[in-house]
């Protein structure tokens, strides 16, 4: 989007990076001996187009890049990119019309731009034979020979922060096509959404707007049952409605599977491609001076060692997740159990209705109190797991803190609904967490970053007329830099060095689909609720990121991630606490007797189960992609999708490949000494 192309079929260079530095009480006469003048001069000769904005209490720093400069960033990064053949390529700034452009028809996505920009600012090194002095008031400080300067610059305090800026132009398009365009329902710029903020949100807007689109089935089907008297029919019309949901429910994630893929093969992404730079297969050099029988002992040494090692840590990360796993299932059991009972029991022998919904809204705040605590004993667990990379670091927070809501969220439910059986008290639990939820969750999603962006400012404010002695007069923020800085961060509430604040969004809608699944039987009108807050949780979440929000950092996602998994374990919960529900219903005098009615609720369950897994597992996942996006030539570009598709599901196949080509060399290298011997 800061690469958009402008009228002459050129792309236009918008700043994209901020950097602040502290205002200066003394200037330094000598510029050369001066950090900050160092570092805009080194971002010159970097090739960055620079530009100083003189804030109340900081100076910005703004960056833009040309397209050519970013290439060559890209060229030494060795990021590979898509080419007009279908083919991955190592990208190469003397062949860039070789390379498929974006959708928005840039060259560079805002992921590789965004990293080509830390390559450049971070890759500033002191290449000089000794260490140099530089100032910044009265201090001294001595960059070191082939530190990074802005690193040095940032553990000294002198660089307060670095961090993505807003391109105004695109910023405003978006709110007026997408945050504040009431009239497109769940219609979303999704590709315009992924040029701008990057795949991970991109892919939760994308992932919102289907699920929302497919909400209004079931919620027509619960405002049809809510509006017809039942009372006669209950016990047919209540697994009708049971089984479309779960039906809906399957194929909406099937569908779902499809659609992500899809996306991923038009934004020219693949699973190898969320590796993190610079990750190599590690092989033998075959082409050292050994002689064959000592490379094939190395090798075959070499691959037990590897073999025992990787087992040995493999083992030890399983059994640490596994302890990690059971200490927060006993610490749930331990102490949040009771706290849930008691909530329930109150909420048994409170009777004014107001008293119950002030009652449910500390109920829920106290949940956020008590996850929070559990987030960070879970954060510090995870440390002592043997998690591969970041990404599964950040899934294991995703299950723990998603268990811990999972028996807040639902035990009082669970309780109403299997002990008391009491479904019209159900209904009124249900009402009342959905209404009090959604009003929680949105003031703090909107208020909190507005409460957090005016205290900073009063702070500076503050801090300004402090300076000046006098405590009257305005003091007016007239630079956009200076706003956004001031702004708070799109960031999780729990973990937030492993998560975006995604994390919360997800957690978001993952709590309530498991709310409005679980209990549908009791409730059909839950899901118009839903549907209704989601149309507007679009809206809401596209102006928070777009208005009271910094821009967030670029993520690599091909996919939800574990939000899928966690989806699919809600579905299975769901079948069989309704087929629960439905037995309470039928068996309203508690007999427990296998009668007919009981022995079909039974069936009906193992068929859903079996359904579910079966569209999991034997439904194709791909979608058919000969027919998309022609090319310049107006022919259809299968060789590039089918490329790409292979990209996407076939990366393993491919590590297993090279490693059987090394067994197969070993195996040729074993032949030729026993015919030579």
Known sequence: MGKEMNGQGEERTAFEIGVVVPKRALKESDESADCVEVLVRKFKDAGL?????????????????????????????????????GMDLQFEWDDVEAFVRQPDGSLFSWSERFHCFNHLIYGIVNKRNSAVTLKFDDKEFHWELGKSLLQMLEAEGIVKRVFPLHDEIKRKQLLRDWALNWSGFTSQPIDDIYSYFGTK??????????????????????????LVNLRSSQSLVLPIFFISIILWAVMFFQFWRRKNAALLTRWQISYSGMADPGCKISGPDWNSLQSPVELVKKVETDRDREKEVFQRAEWFGHMMRFRNDVIILLSIICLQLPFELAYAHLYEVTHPIALKYGLT????????????????????????????????????????????????????????ALLHRDFKT???????????????????????????????????????????????????FTSR???????????ASIGEELEDGLFDDFLELALQFGMIMMFACAFPLAFAFAALNNVTEIRADALK?????????????????AWLNIFQFLIIMSICSNCVLLVCLY???????????????????????????????????????????????G????????????DLFGWRKDVLRRREEVGVSTGRLRETMRCSG
């Not at 970041?390 to 028996?407: C, I, P, Q, R």
Request: glycine residues 6%.
């Open 49 to 85: 187009i620079v530009e100083r904005v003189i804030g109340i209490a900081d100076e910005f720093i703004k960056l833009a890049a040309p397209l050519e400069t970013l290439g060559r960033a890209a060229a030494e990064m060795q990021i590979k990119k898509p080419t007009q053949m």
């Open 201 to 226: 949100v991109a892919t939760y807007f994308a992932f919102l707007g289907m699920y929302t689109r497919w909400m209004l089935f079931p919620a027509v089907f619960g405002i049809a049952l809510q």
């Open 361 to 416: 809204a500390i109920y829920l705040l106290a949940i956020q109190y008590f996850t929070k605590i559990g987030g960070k004993f879970s954060v510090k667990l995870i440390k002592y797991e043997n998690n591969e990379s970041t990404e599964y670091k950040a899934d294991s927070l995703v299950y723990k803190v998603f268990g811990l809501y999972f028996m807040q969220s639902y035990i009082g439910v669970f309780y109403h």
């Open 426 to 476: 159900l209904r009124q639990v249900l009402i009342q967490r959905l209404i009090v939820s959604l009003v929680l969750e949105n003031l703090m999603e909107n208020c909190i970053p507005y409460l957090k962006y005016s205290y900073r400012k009063f702070g500076v404010r503050n801090k300004k007329r402090r300076e000046k002695g006098s405590s009257t007069g305005k003091i007016q």
């Open 481 to 491: 830099v200076e706003k956004e800085y001031l702004k708070p961060s799109y960031s």
């Open 545 to 561: 990121l777009l208005a009271m929000l910094k821009r967030p950092v670029p993520r690599a996602a091909a996919t939800i991630g």
């Open 587 to 633: 068996d309203s005098e508690g007999k427990w007797k296998i009668e007919p009615g009981l022995a079909a609720i039974l069936i009906m369950e193992h068929v859903l189960l079996l359904i579910k897994f079966g569209f999991s597992r034997f439904v194709p996942e791909g979608t058919c992609l000969g027919k998309s996006q022609p090319n310049e030539e």
């Open 635 to 646: 022919k259809p570009r299968t060789d590039v999708f089918k490329a790409a598709f292979k």
